[in-house]
């Protein structure tokens, strides 16, 4: 690390800025080192919700001039990288198990739970309308049977969400 430990303060000032904490994780996932220009792709494809070909130009130049002027210096400046403006090459210095709890562990594999609420609601929507129609096998007598289950399955699908957005819960049942 730096000469110093790093204090909570320094700690929370360095990981304010999410740019800074995606490019640690980033470098976590590369094997602790990288050059410049995969680093910009990958941050600016976060920042922007898609794939790292499908970043544009402007996307990809802004990320890489905070990156080159205030946020890799500011890492190496705190010990936490080793930065070679000239190579162009970033190497995540030992003891970054301090920093752990500031990074964003969820960058790439968020899941896409709204598409499963609108599946969910959508269901229970039709169970609605075709039990007010008594078209099928929703009668009235089924139909709270079905909303029933509807809400329970949103339930069930909530707490599955919520419990393992829990950092220590998922750390212990990763796979």
């Not at 792709?41 to 130009?57: F, K, L, M, S």
């Not at 946020?71 to 920093?99: A, C, R, S």
Request: with cysteine.
């Amino acid at each position: 690390m730096s000469e110093h430990e790093l204090t909570q303060a320094e700690l929370f000032d360095v990981f304010s800025n999410a740019r800074r904490r995606r490019t640690v994780q980033y470098l976590k996932r590369q094997g602790r080192s990288c050059t410049l220009s995969p680093l910009v792709e990958q941050v600016a494809a976060w920042e922007n919700d898609t794939d790292p070909e499908e970043v544009t130009r402007t996307q990809r130049r802004r990320v890489y001039i905070s990156l080159y002027q205030t946020h890799l210096p500011m890492l190496e400046e705190h010990g936490i990288v080793d930065w070679d403006p000239d190579d162009h090459t970033i190497e995540l210095l030992p003891g970054d198990e301090i920093f752990e709890p500031y990074l964003d562990h969820r960058l790439e594999d968020d899941r896409p739970w709204h598409r499963l609420y609108l599946s969910v609601t959508s269901v229970g929507m039709i169970a609605l309308v075709l039990s007010w129609l008594s078209v099928g096998p929703l009668t009235a007598a089924v139909a709270p049977v079905i909303a029933l289950a509807l809400c329970l399955l949103v339930l069930a699908v909530s707490v599955a969400q919520h419990v393992s957005r829990r950092p220590r819960f998922a750390a212990s049942i990763s796979f």
